[in-house]
């Protein structure tokens, strides 16, 4: 599968996260934004990232290690978002709201598995069009 076609599909499902949203809303639903606004965001930002390399023009080998560099950054600092929140609430006795780390949280990790599992699906593609001997 072409990184083009991953960036994609990527951004298509991001946008489609929405689906279900609003239809709970118009059957009168209140659901909690969050998890469709992750889903939306690692989506889209994911393949709008993968579209900008490939229209760079770098090599399928150069992206796929800089996508699984960034994706591991976006999981380490999707996690390290409860850093903050532990210290204002544990340390400093703070009461804080917990969406704003929530939504960092779910970005980053999520975002991150979507990168890291691009290159994945973008090699396994690969290793089939090799053992075919097609152009895919």
């Known amino acids: 599968m072409h990184t ?3 960036a994609n599909i990527l951004i298509i499902m991001g946008v489609l996260a929405w689906l279900p949203f609003f239809w709970l ?3 009168g639903a209140h659901p909690n934004l969050l998890p469709y606004l992750a889903f939306h965001l690692a989506g889209v930002l994911s393949g709008a990232w993968l579209r900008s390399r ?3 023009g770098a090599k399928a ?3 796929g290690q800089t ?3 960034a994706g591991t950054v976006m999981i380490y600092l999707g996690v390290l978002a409860w850093g903050p929140y532990l210290y204002l609430t544990r340390v400093a006795g703070v009461d804080v709201e917990i969406t704003g780390f929530l939504a960092a949280h779910l970005t980053g990790v999520l975002g991150g598995a979507a990168l890291r599992g691009s290159v ?3 090699r396994l593609a690969e ?3 090799d053992a075919d ?3 895919g």
């Open 4 to 6: 083009m076609r991953i």
């Open 25 to 27: 809303l118009a059957r």
């Open 54 to 56: 490939q229209a760079a």
């Open 61 to 63: 080998a150069a992206i």
């Open 67 to 69: 996508r699984v560099l």
């Open 120 to 122: 994945a699906l973008q």
């Open 127 to 129: 290793r089939r069009r």
């Open 133 to 135: 001997g097609t152009d």
